[in-house]
C-alpha cells in the first residue's frame, strides 16, 4: 500500500463527506446514531470474538498491565457504547443555533451561529470504545472524520467500524462520513497530522509519547492534554464520612485513566486522623505509597499490614502513574495544597473534600485545571458523566475547547449579520 496515496483518498473523500455532514438534518444524524447503537448492540458476540483477538495478540506482544485494561472490551462495555449513541442522538444539536443577538446603532442585527469545524482526524491507542464516542460526537456536531486506532484493537476497530458505516447509510448520509483507517503503518499518522487542505483539527488520545509526536509535528491544529496527574485534597474541614470513600473511587476503581487520583493531599491537622484508614485501604490493594517525610511518619506508626512506602521524590509529585502507586503528602492548608497543584499539577482534574464553603470555593476559583470538584471522586471527569453523551477527549488546553470534549467542542462560531437594506455610513 501506498501510504500518502491512501491517505490522501481518505483526506479528500472526508472533506467531501464534510459538507453533507454539515448540511444534515438533526433527524437524519439521530437516525444515524440509533440505528449505530442497534448494530453495536446486536453484534455484540462479533465485537466480543474480535476484541479477544486483539487481547490475545496484545499478550503475546508482552502489553503492559494498563494498556490491556484500556484494551479490553466487556459485555458492559458494549452497553455503554450504545447508551452513549443514544444519549449524543437525544441531545439538543448545537449546529445552526444562533446565539448573542444584538442590534447595532446602525440598525443591523449581529449574533453568532454554530456551525462544525470540518474533518476531525482523531488518533487513538488502545481503547475500542472511542471508535464508538468519537463516531459518534462527530455526526451529531456535523463534522465528517477519520479515525485511526492503535493496531492493539484493529479488530475491534474495523467491527465497530462496520456498524457506523451501515448506520450512515441507512440515515441517508455518507458513508465515508466517518472512516476508520485501515492500515497498522505508523506513517499514516504522519500524513494525517499534515493535511491542513482536509484535516481541520487532530484530537490525539494516548500516552504522553504519542501526544507529545503528535503536538511537535502537526501542521493542523491540535485539541489534547498530556499528563493526568490529579490531586484529592483533604481540607481540615472534611467529612470524616466523604473522605475513604471518595480517595478510594479517585484511586483505586481504576488504574489505568486519564482521571485517576495520582496525588492525595492532607491538611496536617487532620492528617494523623485520616492517613492511617486512607494507608489501610491503599495496602489492601497493594498500591505504593510514596510519601513525604511526615507522611510516611504517620503511616508507618500505623503499624499496617503488607504497606508499601517509599520516600518521594520531586519527580513524584509530577508523576501520572496510571499505576498501583500514589505521592502523599501532608500540607499546612488550603493556601498550601492550591499552591502546591497549580505548580505540580498537569490541569487535568483536582478535587478537595471539606464541608467549608468559603475554602471550597476558593479551591474551584484558584485551581487552574480543566475540571476542579468539591467533595466527589476525580473519576467523574469523563464526558459520559457530565452528560455529554461521550467524549472526543479531555483537554487542558485554554484555547477552544477545555475539559471533556464534546459536541459543543466540535464547533465552531461564525458571525451572522440581519439587516434590512442597511448600508454603512
Request: with cysteine; net charge negative; aromatic share 4%.
Amino acid at each position: 500500500m501506498d501510504i500518502q496515496q491512501y491517505m490522501q483518498r481518505v483526506g479528500q473523500e472526508a472533506r467531501s463527506a464534510s459538507r453533507a455532514m454539515a448540511a444534515a438534518s438533526t433527524a437524519a444524524k439521530n437516525l444515524a446514531l440509533n440505528e449505530i447503537a442497534r448494530l453495536i448492540r446486536a453484534r455484540a458476540p462479533q465485537l466480543l470474538a474480535a476484541n479477544a483477538r486483539d487481547l490475545e495478540q496484545a499478550r503475546a506482544d508482552g502489553l503492559e498491565a494498563a494498556m490491556i485494561d484500556r484494551l479490553t472490551l466487556s459485555t458492559k462495555g458494549i452497553e455503554q457504547m450504545a447508551a452513549g449513541l443514544e444519549q449524543v442522538a437525544s441531545l439538543p444539536d448545537p449546529i445552526g443555533e444562533i446565539s448573542n443577538v444584538k442590534r447595532r446603532p446602525s440598525g443591523i442585527q449581529v449574533g453568532h451561529m454554530r456551525v462544525p469545524l470540518g474533518v476531525i482526524g482523531i488518533i487513538y491507542e488502545a481503547r475500542p470504545n472511542v471508535t464508538a464516542d468519537a463516531a459518534g460526537l462527530c455526526i451529531k456536531s456535523g463534522n465528517a472524520s477519520i479515525l485511526r486506532g492503535g493496531k492493539e484493537a484493529l479488530h475491534c476497530n474495523q467491527a465497530i467500524a462496520a456498524c457506523v458505516r451501515e448506520g450512515l447509510l441507512a440515515a441517508g448520509l455518507p458513508e465515508n462520513g466517518v472512516q476508520v483507517i485501515e492500515t497498522t503503518d505508523r506513517a499514516a499518522v504522519g500524513e494525517l497530522i499534515t493535511m491542513p487542505q482536509f484535516v481541520d483539527v487532530i484530537v490525539p488520545r494516548g500516552g504522553k509519547g504519542l501526544i507529545e509526536r503528535i503536538s511537535r509535528d502537526a501542521r493542523v491544529p491540535v485539541i489534547k492534554h498530556l499528563d493526568g496527574n490529579c490531586h484529592v485534597y483533604i481540607d481540615d474541614e472534611a467529612d470524616a464520612a466523604k473522605v475513604l470513600p471518595i480517595v478510594e473511587n479517585s484511586k483505586t476503581q481504576r488504574y489505568g485513566t486519564c482521571n485517576t487520583a495520582e496525588s492525595l493531599l492532607i491538611a496536617r491537622s487532620v492528617a494523623k486522623r485520616f492517613l492511617p484508614d486512607i494507608g489501610r485501604m491503599l495496602a489492601s490493594k497493594n498500591n505504593e505509597m510514596r510519601g513525604c517525610a511526615e507522611s510516611l511518619a504517620i503511616l508507618r506508626e500505623a503499624d499496617i499490614p503488607n504497606a508499601k512506602f517509599v520516600e518521594a521524590t520531586e519527580q513524584d509529585w509530577f508523576e501520572e502513574y496510571l499505576a498501583p502507586i500514589i505521592a502523599i503528602k501532608v500540607v499546612a492548608d488550603v493556601d498550601e495544597a492550591i499552591a502546591h497543584i497549580n505548580t505540580y499539577s498537569s490541569q487535568h482534574t483536582d478535587a478537595i473534600i471539606s464541608e467549608n464553603y468559603s475554602k471550597a470555593m476558593r479551591f474551584l476559583r484558584e485551581v487552574d485545571s480543566a475540571s476542579v470538584m468539591i467533595n466527589a471522586s476525580t473519576r467523574f471527569a469523563d464526558g459520559f458523566e457530565y452528560g455529554l453523551g461521550a467524549e472526543i477527549g479531555i483537554s487542558t488546553d485554554k484555547i477552544h475547547a477545555r475539559g471533556p470534549v464534546g459536541l459543543e467542542g466540535l464547533t465552531s462560531q461564525k458571525w451572522v449579520v440581519f439587516g434590512n437594506g442597511e448600508v454603512r455610513a
